[in-house]
């Protein structure tokens, strides 16, 4: 999966510049090519690395509960 990841990453990057370069001769679908490239990013791309990132419960650490609260709380009237 972190190699399909990297491919993904790689061909958005490649995607991106394309676009640009397509942007900076002034042909006429550059934005479409940058258009697709944004929409490629945001539904294939970044729900894929999301997926890669949190499937193992990494995420746990950083959610908010009253056990972290107090803590911290208890933590910051100590300074």
Known sequence: MKLIIKIMFI???????AGAYL????????EVVM???VLYMSLV??????????RDGKYK??????QKLKEAFSQQGKK
């Open 35 to 37: 258009g697709l490239g």
């Open 11 to 17: 061909v958005f990057i490649v995607w991106m510049l």
């Open 61 to 66: 650490k950083y959610i908010l509960n009253d």
């Open 23 to 30: 942007i900076h001769t002034a042909h006429e679908k550059a």
């Open 45 to 54: 791309f970044m729900p894929c690395f999301i997926y890669y990132r949190y």
